[in-house]
């Protein structure tokens, strides 16, 4: 037994009834599953509970709940929104949006302000208007000049008043027609070079020739001019002659003809004479077209000729600036002062002051047409003569002209 035993073994005696299990080198399998089951299972609820705890845990968890709250609250708004009321003010609003405010035009022209001045003795006195007749006020706003252009025409057939406001011969509007004298109701009276004239819108037509330059007339003419009318529309010519184109051309053709003869000739000629004569044209006075005009730059050969920019270089300085002031561009021969005049009937003028010297003649169609024109718009003719000569008075009798020293 001694021999047999072991250290680690309990000796047991052969046959005997006690006998030991011996332990096993390893543990059975199914002891251990059962062993790492119980294991595991105490890590895991550990697990859960530390995973509770951590931070991002707890962002999640909050930012769930925020946007759970928005949901909410944005749900119930869309539930409620059908019951809330409508602001009063909405309605309101629509009806400003449609509503389309309109204003009158623009006048086309300032119009100076009427001075207003004692009656003229010689005018003719103006029956009054009935007590019943209400359309006189309504009449005379509409001939405003300048202004309520926009406003509905009165047709010719309408009723006259007694006033004499719609085309009446001498004070109507010459509204529908060319009766009348200007706008409506009695024109101002004022003067102009010792002359009484009844007109609110003044037309001027002044020749600047070599003659009316050395005279030393032209800047007191165009002060006074300017301090009774400082709008009124100019026009600046060469000469004052009035005659159809075809006749001047065809004359100055026969000059250039007999005076080429006299060159070949050896005879006597005019140098200066061109080949042909350019017809009158009206121009702004100040663009660079009249710059080369022979009344401004002067004639070279002609000392005494030196033009108005150096004769009046303050009168040809303040009529460069002035936006309504014109020249008819040609020579003297041409004639082509109409030109002007009817330029200044259709800018609806009623009266023209005219300086002229009258060396050249008034006459053909042009001349009678425009008399014609004067006539029946009833404008008023205010002459004042640069010398002696007298041309063309038949012309200025038919218009009824002025004369002022």
């Given at each position: 037994?001694?021999?047999?035993c072991?250290r680690?073994?309990?000796c047991?005696g052969?046959g005997?009834r006690k006998q030991f299990?011996?332990?096993a080198?390893y543990?059975?399998?199914?002891?251990?599953s059962g062993?790492?089951?119980?294991?595991?299972g105490n890590?895991s609820?550990r697990d859960?509970k530390?995973?509770?705890?951590?931070?991002?845990?707890?962002?999640?968890?909050?930012?769930l709940?925020?946007?759970?709250l928005?949901?909410?609250?944005?749900?119930?708004?869309?539930i409620?929104?059908?019951s809330?009321p409508?602001l009063?003010?909405?309605?309101?609003?629509?009806?400003v949006e449609?509503v389309?405010?309109?204003?009158?035009?623009?006048p086309?022209?300032?119009v100076?302000p009427?001075e207003?001045s004692?009656?003229?003795?010689?005018?003719?006195?103006?029956?009054?208007a009935?007590?019943?007749?209400e359309?006189a006020p309504?009449?005379e706003?509409l001939?405003?000049?300048?202004?309520a252009?926009?406003?509905?025409?009165i047709?010719k057939?309408?009723?006259?008043s007694?006033?004499g406001?719609?085309?009446?011969?001498?004070?109507g509007?010459?509204?529908?027609?060319t009766a009348?004298k200007?706008?409506?109701g009695p024109?101002?009276?004022?003067?102009?070079f010792?002359?009484t004239?009844?007109?609110?819108k003044?037309?001027?037509v002044?020749?600047?020739?070599?003659g009316?330059?050395n005279?030393?007339?032209?800047p007191g003419i165009?002060e006074?001019?300017?301090?009774?009318?400082?709008?009124?529309?100019?026009?600046?010519?060469n000469?004052?002659g009035?005659r159809?184109?075809?006749v001047?051309?065809?004359e100055?053709?026969k000059?250039v003809?007999?005076?080429?003869k006299?060159?070949k000739?050896?005879e006597p000629y005019?140098k200066f004479?061109?080949k042909?004569?350019k017809?009158?044209e009206?121009g702004r006075?100040?663009?660079?077209a009249?710059?080369d005009w022979?009344?401004?730059?002067g004639?070279?050969p002609?000392p005494?000729?030196?033009?108005?920019?150096?004769?009046?270089?303050?009168l040809?300085e303040d009529?460069r600036?002035r936006?309504?002031v014109?020249?008819?561009?040609?020579n003297?021969?041409a004639d082509?002062a109409?030109l002007a005049?009817?330029?200044?009937?259709?800018k609806?003028?009623e009266?023209i002051y005219w300086?002229?010297q009258?060396?050249r003649?008034?006459?053909g169609?042009?001349a009678?047409?425009?008399?014609?024109?004067i006539?029946?718009?009833?404008i008023?003719?205010l002459v004042q003569?640069?010398?002696s000569r007298?041309?063309g008075?038949?012309w200025l009798?038919?218009v009824?002209?002025?004369f002022?020293?």
């Open positions: 037994m001694g021999g047999n072991h680690i073994v309990p047991v052969v005997s299990r011996m332990p080198a543990p059975k399998t199914k002891a251990k062993q790492a089951r119980g294991s595991s890590e609820n859960w530390s995973l509770f705890k951590k931070t991002i845990f707890l962002v999640l968890a909050i930012s709940a925020i946007h759970v928005v949901l909410l609250a944005f749900g119930s708004v869309a409620f929104k059908g809330v409508k009063p003010f909405v309605s309101q609003e629509i009806a449609e389309v405010e309109s204003s009158p035009p623009l086309e022209e300032p100076a009427v207003e004692p009656p003229d003795p010689f005018a003719q006195p103006t029956p009054e009935a007590a019943t007749e359309s309504a009449l706003m001939a405003v000049p300048g202004g252009n926009w406003a509905p025409m047709p057939s309408g009723p006259i007694e006033t406001t719609l085309g009446a011969p001498g004070q509007s010459g509204v529908g027609g009348g200007g706008p409506a024109l101002a009276s004022k003067q102009l010792g002359v004239i009844q007109a609110r003044l037309g001027v002044v020749s600047i020739n070599k009316a330059q005279s030393g007339r032209l165009f006074e001019i300017f301090k009774e009318f400082p709008d009124s529309p100019v026009f600046l010519t000469g004052g009035m159809d184109w075809d001047v051309e065809d100055f053709n000059r003809e007999e005076n080429n006299k060159k000739a050896g005019d004479l061109g042909e004569i017809k009158p009206v006075f100040n663009t660079g009249a710059l022979v009344v401004i730059r004639f070279k002609d005494d000729y030196v033009g108005l920019k150096e004769k009046h270089p303050d040809f009529l600036r936006p309504g014109w020249f008819i561009g040609s003297k021969e082509g109409y005049f009817d330029e200044l009937i259709k609806g003028v009266a300086y002229n009258f060396d003649p008034i006459e169609k042009v009678d047409q425009l008399a014609q024109k006539g029946e718009s009833k008023e003719i003569n640069q010398g007298a041309q008075m038949d009798k038919r009824e002209a002025k002022v020293k």
